[in-house]
């Protein structure tokens, strides 16, 4: 992730929570430029009500933000506590009071302990640093992920760099939605411009995301912009430049929104409704969120009920009470591009829809038929856990005499049967592969996110760290699915075959398209190395041409001497020694499919059969395959468990098609070559490599070797 320049974070540990970080800090090392947006809340925290009345503004230096007290509804008090953090800050910066603003989240009504917090701030400023993530992780209450995420365009021939930090889990309706969101970025911008840009990123965004309808009391986004990039300082909302800011804002907040609707209190998938032909843009946003919110929709979803019935219902009460002019008879419904209401009630493949709505991500589609106006909302599906944390939340929470927040260790989240369970399952399995060698091939949404792609080297970091061997393979990433998609309907990022022909058909430079390749595999593969490496972990980058690790030869029958040597080739043999002596020395391998030639030639190979032919090689006991879907899902359901012989009835049934059954063609391979279980699973939720491994249930699709 790009980050701006001039900029430092940190996190200390204050004692306000019982064991975590809980104050950050977001650092200008130049005046900046903020601005804010705010909740609409009027039982606001004093927080909000002191930064609200001094944004926007210049010459800002800092945000301190505190989690686990929301500093709301305590009167003088919480004021008093306010000001103490915000001078306390200023003083360990060496800035003035008026250049730094402050953020909290936690129990609304408990008094904050100022004193620890004042006490923590010369510890914080002497951490700051380049990362961000530890800021991140400091403002998550009942998060799950850090969310963050970044963009870079270009200004007036200067490269602008925006990056933003985020938490949100509950509590989350819009105007503005549950949040605290500080947004950092070199920009040289005027702040009253900068808070333009900010009020139109918002309402298309933050404002259409709701988890549970509950509006909080300290709903905050901050932005500071200090002029590092050079570019023309924008003085006004007509500029051109303030378009492209403005556009590049509103798609980094929506990726943000997202993300926090992904990670929604309870949530198994996130939701988006979109709804189109409404008479009128604020007709259509009021009606996709009502759709969002509805526990009734939300708890389809969690059961994978395509219960359209519901979405109509929510249609027709919003149009009713709000006087919309809209006949929800004539609507269009449609649920992961299944329609399943069009006028009239549609005949759709239950079964099919049914596994779609297995998948992480959910999107409802309305066609109002009443206008041209459209808008979107972002939710999530309302599980068992949202009540259960929701009823535990303060229950579980007391505030001890020095103000600071303590746990009731008599209740729990979970019953203390299910805690010993889950642990006694956990450990056994941690016990039992303990110097097992794992081949994890990661591909697909996994490395599309900054979420994701952290959550997966946080898995492959504690695999490491309780014993077992694990070599990560990757693909290209996103962005060479993209470039190869513009290659024809056979570049699929798996196939090198469909890319030789593709490329045949097209008539794209070999030498070219291979050039792209290694360097949007090597840009995923030192990004991968940094988070491993920041973790603690003791990872390597890897070519499939260094050291001769990957051994390569054309694909058969690509022989047209016009073509000259193409990019794509096929495996042919492993350098196991090397792989040996790193992982002897206790290394954490990470291998782009790239291979050489016995031509001297570099070829691209297909990443899964790489997976595959690396564990094979190894004896791996594991092959992973983190794909787009839940595994192998057959009318609907779940397969969790198959042999080789059942999997390939499964193939030829049709049942596996498309990018897995790519996946599969290479599990079977891998373990007619000695490997003893390959796991097929979703890649796009968080930590599925851990649930997988280390309970007995699992989450995906297990292949055995014949027993």
Same mark, same amino acid.
């Given at each position: 992730?790009?980050?701006?320049?001039?900029?430092?974070?940190?996190?200390?540990?204050?004692?306000?929570?019982?064991?975590?970080?809980?104050?950050?800090?977001? =650092?200008?090392?130049?005046? #900046?430029?903020?601005? %804010? /947006?705010?909740?609409?809340?009027? +039982?606001? &925290? !004093?927080?909000? *009500?002191?930064?609200?009345?001094r944004l926007p503004a210049e010459a800002m230096r800092a945000i301190v933000v505190m989690?686990?007290?929301?500093?709301?509804?305590?009167?003088?008090?919480?004021?008093?506590?306010?000001?103490? =953090?915000?001078?306390?800050? #200023?003083?360990?910066? %060496? /800035?003035?009071?008026?250049?730094? +603003?402050? &953020? !909290?989240?936690? *129990?609304i009504g408990m008094r904050l302990p100022a004193e620890k917090v004042v006490a923590a701030l010369p510890r914080c400023v002497a951490q700051l640093g380049p990362d961000p993530a530890p800021a991140a992780e400091a403002i998550m209450t009942t998060d799950t992920t850090k969310k963050m995420a970044s963009r870079t365009i270009e200004l007036d021939g200067r490269a602008v760099t925006l990056t933003g930090?985020?938490?949100?889990?509950?509590?989350?309706?819009?105007?503005?939605?549950?949040?605290?969101?500080?947004?950092?970025?070199?920009?040289?911008?005027?702040?009253?411009?900068?808070?333009?840009?900010l009020r139109e990123a918002a309402p298309d965004t933050f404002d259409q995301l709701v988890i549970d309808g509950d509006m909080s009391t300290n709903d905050s986004v901050f932005v500071l912009a200090n002029g590092r990039a050079e570019n023309p300082?924008?003085?006004?909302?007509?500029?051109?430049?303030?378009?492209?800011?403005?556009?590049?804002?509103?798609?980094?907040?929506?990726?943000?929104a997202r993300d926090i609707a992904a990670d929604g209190e309870g949530a198994t998938k996130r939701l988006e409704v979109r709804v189109t032909g409404a008479p009128a843009r604020p007709v259509a946003r009021d009606i996709a969120k009502a759709i969002c919110v509805s526990p009734l929709v939300k708890a389809a979803m969690f059961g994978q009920d395509p219960n359209w019935g519901r979405v109509m219902m929510t249609i027709g009460a919003r149009c009713g009470s709000q006087h919309f002019d809209v006949d929800p008879a004539r609507v269009q419904i449609a649920i992961q591009r299944a329609v399943v209401y069009d006028a009239a009630p549609a005949a759709f493949d239950r079964a099919a829809l049914k596994a779609r709505l297995r998948e992480p991500e959910v999107t409802i589609a309305v066609d109002l038929r009443a206008?041209?106006?459209?808008?979107?909302?972002?939710?999530?599906?309302?599980?068992?856990?949202?009540?259960?944390?929701?009823?535990?939340?303060?229950?579980?929470?007391?505030?001890?005499?020095?103000?600071?927040?303590?746990?009731?260790?008599?209740?729990?989240?979970?019953?203390?049967?299910?805690?010993?369970?889950?642990?006694?399952?956990?450990?056994?399995?941690?016990?039992?592969?303990?110097?097992?060698?794992?081949?994890?091939?990661?591909?697909?949404?996994?490395?599309?996110?900054?979420?994701?792609?952290?959550?997966?080297?946080d898995d492959v970091l504690l695999l490491h760290s309780v014993g077992l061997v694990p070599i990560v393979v990757h693909a290209g990433g996103p962005d060479l699915s993209q470039e190869v998609d513009a290659l024809g309907?056979?570049?699929?990022?798996?196939?090198?075959?469909?890319?030789?022909?593709?490329?045949?058909?097209?008539?794209?430079?070999?030498?070219?398209?291979?050039r792209m390749i290694e360097m949007l595999t090597g840009s995923i593969n030192t990004e991968l190395v940094a988070m491993l490496n920041r973790g603690g972990g003791h990872a390597v980058g890897l070519s499939g041409k260094?050291?001769?690790?990957?051994?390569?030869?054309?694909?058969?029958?690509?022989?047209?001497?016009?073509?000259?040597?193409?990019?794509?080739?096929?495996?042919?043999?492993?350098?196991?020694?090397?792989?040996?002596s790193l992982i002897g020395q206790h290394y954490i391998p990470v291998i782009s499919p790239v291979g050489l030639g016995g031509d001297g030639e570099s070829y691209h190979l297909d990443p899964d059969a790489v997976a595959a032919g690396i564990a094979g090689a190894l004896g791996a006991d594991k092959l992973m395959y983190l794909?787009?879907?839940?595994?192998?899902?057959?009318?609907?359901?779940?397969?969790?468990?198959?042999?080789?012989?059942?999997?390939?009835?499964?193939?030829?049934?049709?049942?596996?098609?498309?990018?897995?059954?790519?996946?599969?063609?290479?599990?079977?391979?891998?373990?007619?070559?000695?490997?003893?279980?390959?796991?097929?699973?979703?890649?796009?939720?968080?930590?599925?490599?851990?649930?997988?491994?280390?309970?007995?249930?699992g989450v995906g699709t297990i292949v055995r070797a014949e027993a």
């Open positions: 992730m790009r980050l701006p320049r001039g900029f430092r974070f940190a996190s200390a540990a204050a004692g306000i929570r019982p064991s975590k970080p809980d104050v950050a800090l977001f =650092v200008s090392d130049h005046d #900046a430029a903020c601005a %804010g /947006v705010f909740t609409i809340n009027r +039982a606001k &925290a !004093a927080p909000v *009500v002191d930064a609200e009345r989690s686990g007290n929301a500093v709301a509804m305590t009167g003088a008090a919480g004021i008093e506590a306010t000001e103490a =953090v915000l001078a306390a800050a #200023a003083r360990a910066l %060496g /800035v003035d009071r008026t250049q730094v +603003a402050s &953020a !909290a989240t936690g *129990v930090i985020c938490k949100g889990s509950g509590m989350i309706a819009p105007q503005l939605a549950t949040m605290i969101a500080v947004i950092v970025t070199d920009c040289a911008i005027d702040a009253r411009v900068l808070d333009a840009a300082r924008i003085v006004s909302t007509g500029a051109p430049a303030f378009r492209e800011l403005t556009a590049a804002l509103t798609d980094l907040c929506d990726e943000l206008g041209a106006a459209s808008a979107k909302a972002y939710g999530c599906d309302l599980s068992y856990d949202y009540v259960k944390l929701n009823a535990d939340y303060t229950s579980t929470l007391f505030e001890a005499p020095d103000g600071g927040v303590r746990k009731d260790d008599r209740i729990g989240n979970y019953s203390p049967a299910f805690k010993r369970a889950l642990l006694v399952q956990a450990l056994g399995y941690i016990s039992r592969f303990r110097g097992t060698r794992c081949v994890i091939q990661c591909s697909g949404a996994a490395l599309a996110r900054d979420g994701l792609k952290r959550a997966f080297c309907p056979l570049g699929a990022l798996g196939s090198p075959r469909g890319r030789a022909e593709a490329i045949a058909a097209r008539r794209t430079t070999p030498a070219a398209e291979l260094d050291a001769a690790l990957l051994r390569a030869r054309r694909l058969d029958g690509d022989d047209d001497p016009e073509r000259g040597r193409d990019a794509a080739g096929e495996l042919v043999e492993v350098n196991r020694g090397f792989l040996e794909a787009d879907v839940p595994g192998v899902v057959d009318n609907g359901e779940l397969v969790t468990d198959l042999t080789p012989t059942t999997l390939r009835g499964k193939l030829d049934a049709g049942v596996v098609a498309g990018a897995m059954a790519t996946k599969v063609l290479a599990a079977l391979a891998a373990l007619a070559g000695g490997v003893r279980a390959v796991h097929l699973i979703d890649g796009r939720i968080p930590h599925n490599i851990i649930a997988e491994l280390f309970t007995d249930t």
